[in-house]
C-alpha cells in the first residue's frame, strides 16, 4: 500500500513525471549530438589559420605543405583582398576573427643553414676532416641570432588546442632542422647524391586499443555520454522526492501514516522501490535511445553486448544511492524551498566533482580526492568498468558496495533524526 501511495502521489502530478522521462532523454540526444559535432568539426572541418610568410625559404614551404596535408587548416594569407602583416593578423586574431595566426620570421630559412653550417664545420675540423687552414681557425664565425615563429591565439581558444598546434609546429621545425643537419654533413663527407644517413624517424608511435574477438574497440562519444548523462538523471530523481515527502510533512500526511501500526522503515522502503522504479525505467530509456534512436542521427550505436546485466546491476545500485541522499533531504528540509534548490544544487555538484563534465585527472589534486567521495564518481567509474573497461561482475564489487553503503547511511541517518523530531 506504500508503494501504491507512492505511485498515485506521482500520477497526480503528471507533468512532473514526464520531466522525469522526458528530460534525461533531451539532455542526452543534446549532449552526445554537440560533443559529436565538436568532435567532428575538429577532425572534419578546416579551421582557418593566418599565415605571415617572411622567410620565403625552405622552412615556410615546409610548414606549409605539412598544415596543408594535415588537412585540418585552411591557410589564410589576405583578409578582404589585402594582404596580412603580423599587426593586421594579430588585430583578426585577438578579435575573435581567427582561431590562430603564424608568423614565420624573415631569413629563417637561411640563417638556420648558416647556423647548421657553422656547427657542422666546427666538428668536421675538430676531427680532421675539413678545411684546417690557419686562415679558417683564425676567422671567428658570423654570429647568427635566434629566430622565434611567433603565434597568436584567439583568447577565447581552448588550452587543449593552443597546445596541440605549438606540439605540431615545434615537431615541424624539428624535423627541418634535423634533415639540414644531415645534408649538411654528407655535403662535407659524402660522394655523390646518393643519401649516407638514413633519414627516417627510427621512434614511432601506436596506440594499442583493448580489442573483442580480435577487434579493437574504439570508444566513441555515445560509450562516453550514455553512463555519465544516465547518472545525472538517475540522481535528479532527488529533486522530486525530497519535494513530495516535505508536502506529506506539510500537508499532514505523514502524521496520518505514522499513525498505522507499521514501522517507519515501512514507508521508506515503500518511497525506495517506486522511486527505484522510475530510476530503471530512466535507464532503460536511455539506452533504448543510445541503440535505437543514435543511428538515425549519424551517432554511434550504443554496443551493449555481454554488457547489459552489469549495466543494469550499476544502474539499480547508483539509484539506491541516489534515494537514499533524496530520502535524507526530504526528511531534513523543513520548506520545498529549501529541498528543491538544494537538491538541483546538489546533484550539480555531484556530477561536478564527481566526473560527468570534466574528467577527474584533469582536475587539481585536491578536487581529485574529493570526487572519490562523490557516489556519482563511484557509480561513473563503475559503468565505464563494465562499458569502456571490459570489467566483469567481480572488478565492479567495490564500486557496488559503495554506492550500497552510502544508501545505507543516509537512509539510517534520516530515520534516527526523523525520530529525534517527533521526540521533540
Request: with cysteine; net charge neutral; charged share 20%.
Amino acid at each position: 500500500m506504500s508503494i501504491y501511495k507512492e505511485f498515485l502521489l506521482l500520477k497526480r502530478d503528471f507533468g512532473g513525471l514526464i520531466i522525469l522521462f522526458v528530460m534525461p532523454l533531451v539532455l542526452i540526444i543534446t549532449i552526445t549530438l554537440i560533443q559529436d559535432s565538436t568532435f567532428r568539426t575538429v577532425t572534419e572541418s578546416k579551421i582557418p589559420v593566418v599565415l605571415i610568410d617572411n622567410d620565403k625559404g625552405e622552412i615556410s614551404k615546409t610548414v606549409i605543405e605539412n598544415l596543408n596535408k594535415s588537412g585540418q587548416f585552411e591557410i589564410i594569407t589576405t583578409l578582404n583582398g589585402t594582404e596580412l602583416t603580423e599587426t593586421t593578423a594579430k588585430e583578426a586574431v585577438f578579435k575573435g576573427k581567427f582561431q590562430l595566426a603564424i608568423i614565420i620570421p624573415k631569413n629563417l630559412s637561411k640563417d638556420l643553414q648558416l647556423k647548421v653550417n657553422q656547427n657542422v664545420d666546427k666538428i668536421v675540423s675538430n676531427f680532421g676532416i675539413g678545411d684546417t687552414s690557419e686562415t679558417k681557425k683564425d676567422s671567428l664565425p658570423q654570429k647568427i641570432d635566434k629566430k622565434e615563429v611567433r603565434l597568436y591565439f584567439d583568447p577565447a581558444t581552448q588550452l587543449t588546442f593552443k597546445n596541440n598546434v605549438k606540439s605540431s609546429i615545434d615537431k615541424m621545425i624539428s624535423q627541418i632542422e634535423t634533415k639540414s643537419i644531415y645534408a649538411t654533413f654528407q655535403e662535407q663527407l659524402g660522394e655523390g647524391d646518393a643519401p649516407i644517413f638514413e633519414q627516417e624517424s627510427f621512434i614511432t608511435f601506436k596506440e594499442i586499443m583493448p580489442t573483442v574477438d580480435n577487434k579493437e574497440v574504439l570508444p566513441n562519444s555515445v560509450q562516453h555520454n550514455v553512463p555519465a548523462w544516465t547518472l545525472f538523471a538517475i540522481f535528479f530523481i532527488i529533486v522530486p522526492l525530497s519535494i513530495n515527502i516535505v508536502k506529506e510533512k506539510g500537508q499532514g500526511t505523514q502524521i496520518r501514516l505514522l499513525t498505522n501500526p507499521v514501522p517507519y522503515s515501512i514507508v521508506i522502503a515503500g518511497k525506495t522501490i517506486t522511486y527505484l522504479i522510475i530510476c530503471m525505467i530512466q535507464f532503460y530509456l536511455m539506452v533504448l535511445v543510445g541503440i535505437y534512436l543514435f543511428p538515425y542521427l549519424s551517432l554511434p550505436v550504443l554496443d551493449l553486448d555481454g554488457k547489459f546485466f552489469l549495466m543494469s546491476v550499476v544502474a539499480l545500485f547508483s539509484g539506491l544511492a541516489a534515494i537514499g541522499l533524496g530520502i535524507l533531504l526530504g526528511t531534513i528540509a523543513k520548506t520545498q524551498e529549501q529541498s528543491a534548490p538544494f537538491g538541483a544544487t546538489s546533484v550539480v555538484i555531484l556530477a561536478a566533482i564527481g566526473g560527468v563534465w570534466v574528467p577527474v585527472f584533469a582536475m587539481p589534486k585536491i578536487m581529485q580526492a574529493i570526487s572519490q567521495i562523490s557516489p556519482m564518481n563511484w557509480g561513473l567509474n563503475a559503468f565505464y568498468d563494465v562499458l569502456l573497461r571490459k570489467a566483469d561482475a567481480v572488478e565492479i564489487l567495490p564500486e557496488i558496495f559503495l554506492l550500497l553503503l552510502f544508501f545505507i547511511i543516509t537512509i539510517f541517518i534520516a530515520i534516527q533524526y526523523d525520530k529525534k523530531k517527533r521526540a521533540v
